[in-house]
């Protein structure tokens, strides 16, 4: 479980490909203080398992499942990475609930520039939109973001400064990838409603009055 709150900016060191997985190891300095082999980490919003580390930096593997639904295996060595270890039971909640279970990979169609924000146009595959709700959350490449506005195609994210500042976000341009994570309180609540919807017959409303 994670929280959307970048600890860290990665850089990738190395990646490697064998017998269908990727294995990447990348450098970094904050999150390493308390690291163990087998702690989560979220990777550009992608839950991956530590499987070795050291005193600069850490390595994962993404296997076949992880890559299909994902563009880690297209990141090179230099690229850079948002960072952040699961969410301490002892700490602030300070975004909101992100499994880090990529839902799938969208396209940046547009970006513009005020004084104060940078407004990103991202289009998803449709299904995604369905899981969105204008001013709700949404997980963009690990970042808890806000659906500032939702069109039948596309939807725009407000980056703000510091936002800017702590994570890999400003450096996306046009035709760049994100990972996106819908809300998951609002996938609950969806099956939920659908399984009542689906159970609700003619009889039914009779016995509520209807």
Do not use: W
Request: charged share 20%; net charge negative.
């Amino acid at each position: 479980m994670f929280t959307g709150i970048v600890e860290e900016v990665g850089t990738i060191e190395r990646s490697q490909s064998s017998n269908a997985v990727v294995e990447l190891t990348i450098t970094c300095q904050t999150i390493l203080e308390d690291m163990h082999i087998g702690d989560s980490i979220s990777v550009n919003g992608a839950c991956l398992t530590v499987t070795d580390f050291t005193n600069h930096g850490f390595t994962v593997q993404v296997i076949e499942g992880t890559e299909a639904k994902t563009y880690l295996n297209q990141l090179k060595q230099g690229k850079e990475v948002n960072l952040e270890r699961a969410m301490s039971g002892q700490g602030r909640f300070g975004g909101h609930f992100v499994l880090g279970h990529v839902d799938e990979v969208a396209t940046i169609t547009r970006i513009q520039t005020s004084d104060n924000s940078k407004i990103v146009s991202i289009k998803p595959p449709s299904h995604i939109l369905d899981e969105m709700v204008q001013q709700g959350s949404i997980a963009v490449d690990g970042v808890s973001l806000t659906v500032f506005k939702l069109g039948d195609k596309e939807f725009d994210i407000h980056l703000i400064p510091e936002t800017r500042k702590s994570t890999i976000l400003n450096d996306k341009r046009v035709g760049d990838y994100v990972h996106l994570e819908t809300d998951m309180l609002f996938k609950y609540v969806h099956k939920i409603v659908g399984k009542q919807s689906t159970t609700l017959t003619a009889d039914k409303l009779k016995a509520f009055g209807f």
